[in-house]
């Protein structure tokens, strides 16, 4: 969290705002389960200018964030395979995304698109790097006990956890109105 607010900090990030128009943020929290254990990490949609450049984003928030790391102890800034590592993986940037691009995922032969990568990061199938929390849950319906008590944990643990973040203002410079349960119901 420290890092992340490092990130989004000062004069610099308000020049980098209005430089790409930086209107706001949608952040996904996703977890997946692999051979050193869970691996939690964010995607985030920006929303910035159609016109911005991805490539000088890149450069420009990598450069940030690996500060932002380095401030908050995250990383080494001796240790050149991590950094070189931190540099490859860290960061990554696409341009001109609609719900229907492909954006980060590549799954079972299908399409991930902005949208399902935001919203139904849990939904996703495990691949080699590792297993989402629900594909856990298939694991113990089909008898892994290991399974089962590891997706049991990971429910404990996120219990009321918020996983999917709007920036303030978001929702309404893009039109959606927030809806109660009861509302939804309502109306059908």
């Given at each position: 969290?420290?890092?992340?607010?490092?990130?989004?900090?000062?004069s610099?990030?308000?020049?980098?705002?209005?430089?790409?128009?930086?209107?706001?943020?949608?952040?996904?929290?996703?977890?997946?389960?692999?051979?050193?254990?869970?691996?939690?990490?964010?995607?985030?949609?920006?929303?910035?200018?159609?016109?911005?450049?991805?490539?000088?984003?890149?450069?420009?928030?990598?450069k940030?964030?690996?500060?932002?790391?380095?401030?908050?102890?995250?990383?080494?800034?001796k240790?050149?395979?991590?950094?070189?590592?931190?540099?490859?993986?860290?960061?990554?940037?696409?341009?001109?995304c609609?719900?229907?691009?492909?954006?980060?995922?590549?799954?079972?032969?299908?399409?991930?698109?902005?949208?399902?990568?935001?919203?139904?990061?849990?939904?996703?199938?495990?691949?080699?790097?590792?297993?989402?929390?629900?594909a856990?849950?298939?694991?113990?319906?089909?008898?892994?006990?290991?399974?089962?008590?590891?997706?049991?944990?990971y429910?404990?643990?996120?219990?009321?956890?918020?996983?999917?973040?709007?920036?303030?203002?978001l929702?309404?410079?893009?039109?959606?109105?927030?809806?109660?349960?009861?509302?939804?119901?309502?109306?059908?």
């Open positions: 969290a420290f890092a992340l607010q490092r990130l989004r900090a000062g610099p990030w308000k020049r980098f705002k209005e430089a790409y128009g930086y209107r706001g943020l949608i952040r996904s929290l996703e977890n997946l389960l692999g051979q050193n254990g869970w691996h939690p990490h964010t995607h985030e949609l920006w929303f910035v200018r159609a016109d911005a450049d991805p490539v000088a984003m890149l450069v420009e928030v990598l940030r964030w690996e500060s932002a790391c380095i401030r908050a102890g995250l990383l080494d800034p240790n050149q395979a991590q950094l070189e590592a931190f540099r490859a993986y860290a960061v990554d940037v696409k341009g001109n609609s719900a229907s691009d492909y954006l980060a995922k590549q799954d079972d032969s299908r399409q991930w698109g902005v949208d399902r990568e935001i919203a139904k990061a849990s939904t996703k199938t495990g691949r080699a790097k590792g297993l989402h929390p629900f856990l849950l298939a694991k113990a319906a089909e008898g892994d006990r290991r399974a089962g008590r590891l997706f049991l944990a429910s404990l643990a996120m219990k009321g956890k918020s996983q999917i973040y709007w920036s303030r203002g929702k309404d410079a893009v039109g959606i109105n927030e809806v109660s349960d009861e509302a939804i119901a309502e109306e059908h």
